[in-house]
């Protein structure tokens, strides 16, 4: 069984180059694969089009906005990162592909690896009242009415244009 170095910061750009030159799985537009890969290189493009950090933005658009006081953005290490006293209700993240990992406490583990689409810790009351209020059509506070709309109709097999700036709203 492989052993991970689960305390190793990895930057953006190290796991952007690590997969680039990976043949592609099937011709663009022809399948739909998850991977969070793609979430790294939106990462990217979001620091590149607001000249901030995912992580300024976040702390900006989203919890300060909700008042989220046991939410974090996380570069590296969530015990370095989350002041100790606000540790205990923090939800455990989890790891369902390898036994050695599996139910480990995550507080040691790196989130550097995750870059962008695993580097958020909150608590499950935080995690309800971002939910709340990513949906809610009545306080406007993250997303605009037109974005809200679009959020419930989206239907992936239309093949409909969304322009980067809409996504943006600052």
Request: charged share 20%.
């Amino acid at each position: 069984m492989a052993h991970h170095n689960l305390s190793l910061e990895i930057s953006t750009d190290e796991i952007l180059n690590s997969i680039q030159n990976n043949a592609l799985l099937f011709t663009p537009g022809s399948h739909f694969y998850y991977s969070n890969t793609n979430y790294v290189l939106a990462k990217k493009i979001f620091e590149y089009v607001t000249h901030n950090s995912l992580s300024y933005e976040i702390h900006k658009r989203i919890i300060e906005k909700l008042n989220l006081e046991k939410t974090y953005y996380i570069n590296h290490l969530p015990k370095n990162e989350i002041p100790k006293n606000k540790q205990k209700h923090i939800m455990n993240g989890y790891n369902y592909y390898d036994k050695e990992l599996l139910g480990k406490e995550t507080i040691n583990n790196t989130l550097s690896i995750a870059s962008g689409p695993g580097s958020i810790i909150s608590t499950s009351s935080n995690l309800n009242t971002f939910i709340r209020s990513l949906f809610s059509e009545d306080n406007h506070l993250l997303l605009s009415p037109y974005q809200i709309k679009q959020l419930l109709s989206f239907n992936y097999y239309e093949k409909k244009s969304i322009h980067l700036n809409q996504c943006l709203k600052k």
